[in-house]
Every structure is written in C-alpha cells, then in structure tokens.
C-alpha cells in the first residue's frame, strides 16, 4: 500500500484538480506528508524516499541556479536531504514540507555561495525607478520573441542568489508569497517588493544589453 | 501588479536547461540516510553504555565512601549460640518419630509426582 500511496495521492490531485479548492488539496497533501513524517519517526526510514522522489529535481534545479556548478549542486542537494532528515523531529508542520526543505535547501546553497565569493553586477535604483509598471506588464506578458527569451535567460543568469530564489520559487514552483517569506526568512510585504523589484531589475538588466548592443 | 501572468519570464526560467540530477541520486541518497540511521543507533547505543558506566562508577564510589565513612574497620560478628538438647529415651522416640512421618510425607509426596507424570505422559501419547 505505501508504494502505491503517492501515486494514489497524484491521481486523487489531478480528479480533484477542477472539483475541489486548492486549499483543500493543500490541506490534503500536508496531511499525507505529515502522517509519512510521524511514521518515518516511528522507524520506518525507507518512506523517506516519498520525499527524496518528490522534491529532488526541484531543490536540485533551485539549487543549480544558486551555485551554478552541477556536482557542486548535487552534493548540496544531498547534503540538504540529509540535514532535513536528522532534523525531521523539529518539522512542527506549521509550512508544508516542500516549504520547509527549500528553506533548508537556500540556507545549504547560500553558505556553499558564501565561501566562494560570488558577483553579481550592480543595477543603477535610478533606472530601475524609472521604469513604468505599463511597460513592465506588457514586457512580460509576451513570450514569443525568441530573442527576447533568450535576452531573459542571460539577465536572470545575472541575478544575485536571493533574486534568483524569488523567481525560480515564485514562478515556476508556484509558491504563494507566504511560503516565500518562510523560505528566505522575511516578510510577505518584503517579499511582495522584492519580487515588483526583481522584474523591474530584469528589464533594465535586458534593456542595457540592448543598448550595449547598438553601441 | 499581475505578476503571475509573466509569461516570458516563467517560459526563460523553464527553457533554461536544467541539468537532470545522475539516475542512481535517489539510491545513493537513501543509502546515505540508512547510513545515518545506523550511526544514529551506534551513537545512541556507546551513549547509553557510557551512561550505565558513569551512573555504576558513581554508585561504586558512594558505596566505597559509605563503607569507609561510617562502618567501623574493628567490627566482629557474633554467631547466635545454639540451645543445648538433652536427649531422653522419651524425647528420642519423639524425635525418631517425626523424622519417620517427615520421611514418610516426603516419599508419598514424590511417589505421587512420580505417578502423575507417568500418566501425563501416558495420556500425552
């Protein structure tokens, strides 16, 4: 039965999926986490691979952003598994367990960045003010522009590692602002303005290519 | 603010090529954590017979400290005297007479064992 439980639990999300509110699927997910927590507690180590099986390729891809160096990342994917399993006695279930991994994961990758001395180029506030949130939307809003993609991927590339961890957690994780203010420990407002910030910083980021570029 | 409609920035962020982590990660990570679990155990185990060790030495020492402190080094014992018997013929023929029924009950009691466990065997077979 366990071995079928998760997949059980995927097919129940995607009946579910038009029915029921996300809360409740939410809701339903950290019961489940939490119920395999308390009997991986109880000694039962190997339904711990329900979580090595779930979270893996995510907190690998978050963590290959942040180090950018892909065994480096491997083995801070493994050593963030490993922290979250010696620590799961202290998980009190208050975020859900994806929330409380990545957490663990950002804090492994950013003392890794720590002794390497990362750079990051700096962005001019004044420019960045500059720019009108009109402008900001319908920039974003369009993805077809091939060149344009491929201008975003070298600006995020350019994020400094907070930045980076905003977007990849934001945009492709689909975590809400709370969960990202649990994971880099500060506020749902700060969060709210980081994120306005970071977009605005892409776009001087992708804009000065341009203009490099005619000059 | 409409940040989640940011196509571009979702569709640069997936196109980005994410490396996949090495087939076996997953194996090789749960052999580690069952690793863990064992240096756990061995950890909890050296802890508790240190434990149990320290807590037997203290005792030790407490009773070292007892015994030399407040028992005396001249103590003697003094073996309790046994009443002397005088044996009539009258007494003897008491005594020789209770030997004989103690004796007696003692057989009885072991022929009765002897010949319940013959039976039990018996009805076992």
């Not at chain 1, 991986?40 to 339904?47: D, P, Q, R, V």
């Not at chain 2, 309790?80 to 009691?109: D, R, V």
């Amino acid at each position: 039965m366990v071995t079928h439980f998760p997949v059980f639990i995927s097919s129940l999300k995607k009946c579910n999926q038009n029915r029921l509110p996300a809360s409740y699927t939410i809701y339903m997910n950290n019961q489940v986490e939490i119920n395999y927590i308390e009997r991986i507690l109880a000694g039962e180590t190997n339904l711990y691979s329900y979580f090595v099986n779930s979270y893996s390729n995510s907190i690998y891809s978050l963590i290959v952003r942040i180090v950018q160096t892909n065994e480096d990342a491997e083995e801070l994917t493994q050593d963030s598994f490993l922290k979250a399993f010696k620590k799961l006695d202290s998980f009190k279930g208050d975020c859900s367990f994806s929330t409380w991994l990545f957490r663990i994961a950002y804090n492994t990758a950013i003392s890794a960045t720590r002794k390497r001395k990362m750079e990051f180029p700096m962005v001019d506030e004044a420019m960045m003010e500059s720019v009108p949130d009109e402008a900001l939307e319908t920039f974003f809003d369009q993805d077809e522009n091939e060149i344009k993609l491929q201008k975003l991927e070298e600006a995020i590339t350019k994020l400094n590692v907070e930045e980076k961890t905003l977007i990849t957690l934001f945009y492709t994780e689909d975590k809400s602002v709370a969960e990202l203010a649990r994971v880099l420990d500060l506020t749902p407002e700060n969060v709210k303005v980081k994120l306005y910030r970071v977009r605005k910083k892409l776009y001087v980021l992708m804009t000065k290519g341009n203009e490099d570029e005619q000059r | 603010m409409k940040m989640n409609n940011d196509k571009a920035i979702i569709k640069a962020l997936q196109s980005t090529e994410s490396p996949r982590l090495s087939a076996d990660f997953n194996s090789r990570l749960m052999a580690e954590v069952y690793r863990a679990v064992e240096r756990k155990k061995k950890r909890a185990y050296v802890l508790g017979i240190c434990l149990i060790s320290g807590v037997s030495l203290v005792l030790i020492g407490l009773a070292v400290y007892v015994f030399l402190t407040y028992i005396p080094w001249n103590f003697t014992f003094e073996l309790p005297k046994f009443p002397k018997i005088n044996l009539t013929p009258e007494s003897k023929w008491m005594y020789g007479f209770s030997f004989y029924i103690a004796l007696l009950t003692l057989i009885l009691i072991g022929l009765d064992n002897y010949i319940r466990h013959k039976w039990m065997t018996r009805k076992s077979k």
